[in-house]
């Protein structure tokens, strides 16, 4: 089955930037919707931005004009993170809506049927 790897993560200084990639190991002849979340410790697991089979974005009010997600093909995805924060701190997770209609914001954790196994992102 599909297997997604998140790569990229590491320590930052508040104010800089970092960004992180997500390979598919399959491709599927489609653009599934795909997203980050991410999760801090001792915090529920929360999600950060979105992108549809179109290509339309999404994100959440924290990250809002500092993450950029993108994506170059139907397997791999991007997020690219600029004026961290100290609050960015987090494992992040890709996700993707494999296989499933995709049209829109999924923004649930249940909406997501593949994961990555997260990548840790320190700012300080």
């Known amino acids: 089955h599909v297997q997604l790897v998140e790569s990229g993560g590491g320590s930052a200084l508040a104010g800089g930037s970092v960004r992180l990639s997500c390979a598919a190991s399959?491709?599927?002849?489609?653009?599934?919707?795909m997203a980050w979340f991410r999760q801090a410790p001792g915090k529920e697991r929360e999600w950060v931005a979105g992108?549809?089979?179109?290509?339309?974005t999404n994100y959440a009010d924290a990250v809002k004009g500092r993450f950029t997600i993108s994506r170059d093909n139907a397997k791999n995805v991007y997020l690219q993170m600029i004026s961290l924060k100290p609050e960015d701190t987090a494992m992040y997770y890709c996700a993707a809506r494999w296989g499933l209609y995709c049209r829109g914001t999924y923004s649930r954790q249940v909406e997501y049927n593949v994961w990555g196994q997260g990548t840790q992102v320190t700012v300080s």
């Open positions: 399959e491709y599927t002849g489609s653009r599934p919707c």
């Open positions: 992108i549809d089979t179109t290509g339309r």
